[in-house]
C-alpha cells in the first residue's frame, strides 16, 4: 500500500507537553501533507513539505522529512487541549494524478 | 474566502434507497475530490476531478456509486442503491491546480445507512 503508516496510533499527553507524530511511506515522494480532525469535522490542511524540503514550521508545528528514511515526523509544541483531535500524514507520488493517500491517523488527547 | 460547502451535513436511509450529496468547491480551484471516510480509519479517493474531467475513479464503486462535477464547478455524489457498509463521511475537497496542491476539506456528510 502506499498510504502513510502513522505512529503511534495514539498518544496522550497533558497540556503544556510536546506531541510528537511519526509517518512512514513506502516509494518516492512529490510532497508529504499533515493534516488534523476534530472529531466529526472535516481536515484542516496543517503544513505541505515538498521532497526537497527537510524541515518547516507554522507556529507551534514543525514538520521534518527525511527522504532517504523515507520518513516525516510532526512535532506540536506546548500543547493544549484545542489539539486534541486525529492528526493524519498523505503522501502525494505526484505524476498524473497526484492525488493524497491517508492512513489511519494518530489520536491525540491533550489533557488539560 | 469562502470554503468548501457540502450539503446535507447528515443524512439517515435505509438500504437499497438511493441518496445524493452535492459540493460547491472554493472559487477558481479546478481540481475536485469525493472521499469516503469509515469510522476509525482515513479518507479513501472515491473520484477526482479535473475541471469537469474525470482523473481517477479507479477506487469508486461503479456499480452503485456515481458522480459529476457540473460546468467544472459544483459536484454531486449518488449512490443507488445504498449497502450497509457504505455508512461513512463522504468528504468533498479541492485544490488550485493539480493534485500536487494542498487540498481544502469540506466539513463533510455523515451518512448512516439503516
Known amino acids: 500500500s502506499q498510504q502513510g503508516e502513522e505512529d503511534p496510533q495514539a498518544l496522550s499527553i497533558q497540556e503544556g507537553e510536546n506531541a510528537t507524530m511519526n509517518c512512514s511511506y513506502k516509494?518516492?515522494?512529490?510532497?508529504l501533507q499533515w493534516y488534523r480532525q476534530n472529531s466529526g469535522r472535516g481536515l484542516v490542511h496543517l503544513i505541505l513539505?515538498?521532497?526537497?524540503?527537510r524541515e518547516k514550521h507554522s507556529g507551534r508545528l514543525r514538520v521534518t522529512l527525511d527522504t532517504s528514511k523515507k520518513s516525516s515526523s510532526l512535532l506540536i509544541t506546548a500543547s493544549r487541549a484545542a489539539d486534541t483531535a486525529s492528526y493524519f500524514c498523505?503522501?502525494?507520488?505526484?505524476?498524473?494524478?497526484?492525488?493524497?493517500?491517508f492512513g489511519k491517523g494518530t489520536k491525540l488527547s491533550v489533557k488539560p | 474566502e469562502a470554503g468548501v460547502a457540502q450539503s446535507p451535513r447528515y443524512k439517515i436511509i435505509e438500504k437499497r434507497q438511493s441518496v445524493a450529496f452535492w459540493c460547491n468547491p472554493i472559487?477558481?480551484?479546478?481540481?475536485l475530490y469525493w472521499y469516503q471516510q469509515i469510522l476509525g480509519q482515513g479518507p479513501k479517493l472515491l473520484i477526482q476531478?479535473?475541471?469537469?474531467?474525470?482523473?481517477?475513479d479507479s477506487q469508486l464503486p461503479k456499480d452503485r456509486f456515481s458522480a459529476e462535477r457540473l460546468k467544472g464547478v459544483d459536484s454531486t455524489l449518488k449512490i443507488q442503491p445504498a449497502k450497509l457498509e457504505d455508512s461513512a463521511v463522504y468528504l468533498c475537497?479541492?485544490?488550485?491546480?493539480?493534485?500536487?496542491?494542498?487540498?481544502?476539506f469540506g466539513p463533510g456528510t455523515r451518512l448512516t445507512v439503516l
Open positions: 516509494t518516492s515522494i512529490n510532497n
Open positions: 513539505i515538498r521532497s526537497n524540503e
Open positions: 475537497a479541492s485544490s488550485l491546480r493539480s493534485g500536487t496542491d494542498t487540498q481544502y
Open positions: 498523505a503522501p502525494n507520488y505526484g505524476g498524473s494524478q497526484g492525488n493524497l493517500i
Open positions: 476531478f479535473q475541471n469537469n474531467g474525470v482523473v481517477d
Open positions: 472559487s477558481g480551484h479546478a481540481t
